[in-house]
Every structure is written in structure tokens, then in C-alpha cells.
């Protein structure tokens, strides 16, 4: 299980993959993810990822949202 600081970081690194310069609202997804005082807007990052991009997810980064929907989602 993740810590939530470990949540952060990584929804940050997904966000910097899939959404830089893609997303109107990367900025701000990025300052969520970094402030440990928002919870994790893991269903939004997954609905931005879906809507700007059309890609395949490794087997790793599934496992992480999985995770990470079970915490936050």
C-alpha cells in the first residue's frame, strides 16, 4: 500500500506523462498533486488521461491506479 506522500508523487509523474502540454488544466493538476493537503483527484487525472490522450498503459501504471483508486477513488 502506498503512503500518501508516495500517492502524490506518483499521480504527479502520470500527470507529467500523459497530460504536459496536452491539458489545458495541467498547472493546476500538478498543484494539487504536490499539496499533501488535497486528496488524490485520481478519477479526474484518469478522465483527463482518457480525454487527451490515446494510449496504452503499462501493466505498472495500471497496478498504481488501481492502488490508488482504492484509496481514493
Known amino acids: 500500500m502506498l503512503t500518501d506522500q508516495q500517492a502524490h ?42 480525454r487527451f490522450n490515446n494510449v496504452q498503459l503499462t501493466q505498472q501504471e495500471l497496478d498504481l491506479i488501481d492502488d490508488l483508486l482504492y484509496m481514493y477513488g
Do not use: C, M, N, T
Open 9 to 50: 508523487f506518483s499521480l504527479k509523474e502520470l500527470i507529467e506523462k500523459y497530460l504536459k502540454g496536452r491539458d489545458p488544466d495541467y498547472e493546476r493538476l500538478i498543484e494539487i498533486a504536490e499539496d499533501p493537503s488535497w486528496q488524490v483527484p485520481i478519477r479526474g487525472v484518469l478522465e483527463d488521461i482518457r
